[in-house]
């Protein structure tokens, strides 16, 4: 199976809010409901941001917000810090019980 | 507090084997989900395969080809990704993550620091 599409990168101002798109099918993002965001800053381990398309984990800052519409998952940074800058991966369960991954959005801040 | 600790990276030539042990602490890996994921510098995050808290595992085909075994051992509480028939596109740094562990089905939320490997002749 393909990998997920996503933009190779998005840019913003301080304090401004961004989306991420990550497009996927029917037969993973559209299909389920367990669509995960991950931030991963170069040499370190990968973040888990955002879990099952809208949640956050304990400690996540409550400016990243995740949903869903058809098979496009997406992700909202809002007042956007300089700690954002980073690598964004949305990950997908599949109807062929593996987890894909979408190529990444390098997310920069001006 | 969860920690896994990769291990067993290094500079391989191409058909060349190598196994990546990931011991657990904090964690009974044969009560969680756990996968392997890597990241190559191209191509970003790729998921490698899982082994269920059964035992039973998962593999993305479309990437190994059936040349990586995932494994566990419940006696060292230790998982393990045996890479056989390496190629240069299988450089990358491979993690151990859990699976749906403390934030849900098929999230993955605890991850090691990272193993690096390199093939190249």
């Known amino acids: 199976q393909s990998a997920l599409t996503q933009p190779a990168s998005v840019s913003g101002s301080r304090g401004q809010s961004i989306t991420l798109s990550c497009t996927g099918t029917n037969s993973d993002v559209g299909g389920f409901d367990y669509v995960s965001w991950y931030q991963h800053h170069p040499g370190e381990a990968p973040k888990l941001i955002i879990y099952?398309?809208?949640n956050r984990p304990s400690g996540v800052s409550n400016r990243f917000s995740g949903s869903k519409f058809g098979n496009t998952a997406s992700l909202t940074i809002s007042g956007l810090q300089a700690e954002d800058e980073a690598d964004y991966y949305c990950?997908?369960?599949?109807?062929?019980?593996?987890?894909?991954f979408g190529g990444g959005t390098r997310v920069t801040v001006l | 507090e969860v920690q896994l600790v990769e291990s067993g990276g290094g500079l391989v030539k191409p058909g060349e084997s190598l196994r990546l042990s990931c011991a657990a602490s904090?964690?009974?890996?044969?009560?969680?989900?756990m996968s392997w994921v890597r990241q190559t510098p191209g191509k970003g995050l790729e998921w490698v395969g899982r082994v269920k808290s059964t035992g039973g595992t998962t593999d993305n085909d479309a990437l190994v080809k059936g040349r990586f075994t995932i494994s566990r051992d419940d006696s060292k509480n230790t998982l393990y990704l045996q890479m056989n028939n390496l190629k240069s596109e299988d450089s990358a740094v491979y993690y151990c993550t859990t699976e749906g562990f403390g934030y849900g089905y098929h999230a993955m939320d605890v991850w090691g620091q990272g193993t690096t490997v390199t093939v190249s002749s």
């Open positions: 990950g997908s369960y599949s109807s062929s019980s593996i987890l894909l």
């Open positions: 904090g964690l009974t890996l044969n009560t969680a989900w």
């Open positions: 099952h398309i809208t």
